[in-house]
């Protein structure tokens, strides 16, 4: 674990501890919260903090690129409204988006870049049709990215729209559908919230359970510092509004097969933002990866790195299928 | 892995960096071309750079600079070190197109007198690093070649005078003027854009880059045809200044009304211009009669 990174999760812990920070010390973890997508989030956490003048105008600078992604974000999510107005399937937001519009805590300061939604699966060419005709093109012409994805993925090759160049992703599953865990896809859409205006999200429980599934379950960690802070503004704010929020996270962590990983998501976050927690050797390799930035927003650590490649990749898809899809890949270079 | 060994802190205008190189010869030239700036080695800098390979290798097997820093474009082609200096200017470039959220930024290059800004911008090509360089060796103070920022709450232009990146044609224009001068870089041939030269602004540019001017005069300049100054209405000059505006759109009303209140505030010419002669006296004739 990188000083730096550790300055930086113990800002977002305790604003208070801005005042020990020296000149150098904010230099870098302005440098990884921006690398990080993080600078959002300490913006807000730092309002009203005693910060340098420099610190304070690149918060600032923050804050009105936030305002801006923002009000991009919610303007994408209206179009998506539009497109699927009349559908008679709900249209489930993922990730940032759904956090700034079910107006959560983990919304404020969230960066988004692209709009993430999750479909029914018989509903997919229903959905491709909407999406083309409303002016959203595909963005990887080659044929075996796209067979990739349709085979194999739990999303949609990438769309952009044409005018506005802002992509969407489009899920049908949770996980690869090649992934040994296979969350109750289904089951998340049927339980959804559902808005008057036609939008919707994912439960409290399932939207933790959805999260943890893309921090722990997928991928190599990448953004992991960003997405292990959602998950614990997430949880604070649910277990605040909900005493017995736990247990029905767990029932539901239970029937996805993510127990584990939400069990073990709890234990980070918790270590990272909350109580300071004493972790196993296992969780403190899970944290020397995410909190892997120097102070230069460079990533370092490329053993534990290369380590958490493999095992995406690994969890991802059975052994043969897995050597195929790289050799395919590294032929095309 | 590559660590940021050398590093160069750096003030251009109201805009600090922290660049980082893997190898000494980029941070090496930079102390040269930039001995007159402020070093504020004890501040929290605006942008981040980095420069370093593409991959572990390219640090010594024909090496390569991958343009890196706080903001990055997925598709930036990487550099030959031997083209160092002009790896870091496109990554403190990318930066403030990316990340500069104080000020509107227009791509433009300025020049200063009396306190009043010369504000000049076109397409690539156009000629605007070239003239404000040449005006900057006439008694005009040099503000920048590449960006003028524009502060949304007073309305005033701060300069950002880099070192000037001559390319080209107007290497040899800038050398017959000047003559053989340690203000001038190594020539890097064979860049993306051709030949590029540096050369180091005037004393005056360095000695008063923190007093922002007033803007006055606002011209498109175009190469390559004869001599003439044309009118230009308020709605085209607010549309070529958003095309020019790398930021306009992400500050929002701010920039929207840092835009209109310019456009509305300075007059505004398209000159068209063959030589480096009748650009500096339809430059002069237009500031006599409107700045």
């Not at chain 1, 403190?284 to 990749?313: E, M, N, Q, V």
């Not at chain 2, 690539?124 to 103070?141: D, F, H, N, P, Y």
């Not at chain 2, 030949?195 to 540019?205: E, K, N, Q, S, V």
């Not at chain 2, 009303?253 to 398209?270: D, I, K, M, S």
Request: aromatic share 8%.
């Amino acid at each position: 674990m990188t000083r730096a990174s550790s300055l930086l999760a113990g800002l977002l812990r305790a604003p208070g501890q801005a005042v020990h920070l020296s000149v150098k010390d904010w230099t870098e973890v302005i440098t990884i919260a921006r690398a990080e997508q993080l600078v959002g989030s300490l913006a807000i956490r730092l309002a009203g903090q005693k910060v340098p003048e420099a610190v304070r105008r690149r918060l600032n600078d923050a804050r009105t690129a936030l305002a801006h992604a923002q009000t991009q974000a919610r303007w994408e999510v209206e179009m998506a409204r539009r497109t699927f107005h009349g559908a008679g399937y709900p249209v489930v937001l993922l990730k940032g988006c759904a956090y700034i519009i079910a107006g959560l805590e983990a919304g404020d300061g969230r960066f988004v870049g692209d709009l993430d939604i999750l479909l029914p699966r018989r509903q997919l060419d229903d959905a491709e049709k909407r999406l083309l005709a409303a002016g959203w093109e595909w963005v990887k012409a080659d044929a075996y990215d796209d067979h990739y994805y349709r085979q194999w993925m739990h999303e949609l090759p990438p769309l952009i729209h044409r005018a506005r160049d802002r992509m969407i992703d489009v899920h049908h599953t949770i996980l690869p559908l090649t992934h040994r865990l296979e969350p109750d896809a289904e089951a998340m859409v049927r339980d959804c919230v559902r808005r008057d205006d036609g939008i919707a999200h994912l439960n409290p429980a399932d939207m933790i359970c959805h999260a943890v599934a893309h921090l722990l379950a997928d991928g190599d960690l990448a953004g992991g510092l960003r997405n292990l802070w959602d998950i614990h503004q997430l949880l604070r704010e649910f277990r605040h509004e909900d005493p017995d929020f736990d247990k029905e996270l767990l029932s539901r962590a239970a029937r996805h097969g993510l127990t584990a990983y939400v069990l073990q998501a709890d234990r980070l976050a918790a270590h990272l933002f909350g109580d300071d927690r004493p972790l196993g050797w296992r969780d403190r390799w899970f944290l020397r990866c995410i909190l892997s930035r120097d102070g230069w927003g460079k990533k370092t650590y490329p053993i534990t790195r290369f380590a958490f490649y493999l095992r995406a990749h690994i969890l991802r898809m059975p052994p043969l299928m897995l050597v195929r899809h790289l050799f395919i890949k590294w032929r095309k270079g | 892995m590559a660590r940021m060994k050398h590093q160069i802190h750096l003030r251009i205008g109201p805009i600090m960096f922290r660049i980082g190189s893997v190898w000494a010869g980029p941070v090496k030239l930079l102390n040269r071309l930039y001995q007159a700036y402020p070093r504020p080695a004890v501040a929290v800098p605006d942008f981040t750079v980095r420069l370093e390979p593409s991959s572990p290798l390219r640090r010594w097997i024909r090496p390569n600079i991958d343009i890196r820093g706080d903001f990055m474009l997925p598709e930036a082609m990487p550099l030959p070190l031997a083209h160092g200096i002009l790896a870091a200017e496109m990554a403190m470039n990318l930066q403030m197109a990316l990340g500069q959220r104080r000020y509107l930024l227009l791509h433009a290059s300025m020049v200063e007198r009396d306190g009043k800004a010369l504000i000049m911008t076109g397409l690539s090509g156009a000629g605007k690093s070239t003239l404000s360089a040449q005006l900057g060796e006439r008694g005009w103070r040099f503000m920048g070649d590449e960006f003028a920022l524009i502060d949304p709450n007073t309305g005033h232009a701060h300069g950002f005078p880099r070192a000037i990146s001559l390319k080209n044609e107007a290497v040899e224009v800038m050398q017959a003027l000047i003559g053989a001068s340690d203000r001038f870089g190594p020539l890097l041939t064979g860049t993306p854009k051709g030949a590029i030269r540096h050369l180091m602004p005037g004393p005056d540019a360095v000695e008063r880059m923190d007093e922002p001017a007033r803007p006055a005069l606002l011209l498109f300049p175009r190469f390559g045809h004869p001599p003439a100054i044309r009118p230009i209405g308020a709605a085209e000059v607010f549309m070529r200044l958003t095309q020019s505006s790398t930021n306009y759109i992400t500050l929002g009303e701010a920039g929207f009304r840092a835009l209109t209140q310019l456009v509305h505030q300075v007059p505004a010419r398209a000159i068209d211009y063959n030589d480096t002669a009748s650009a500096i006296a339809l430059v002069e004739q237009t500031w006599a009669e409107l700045a």
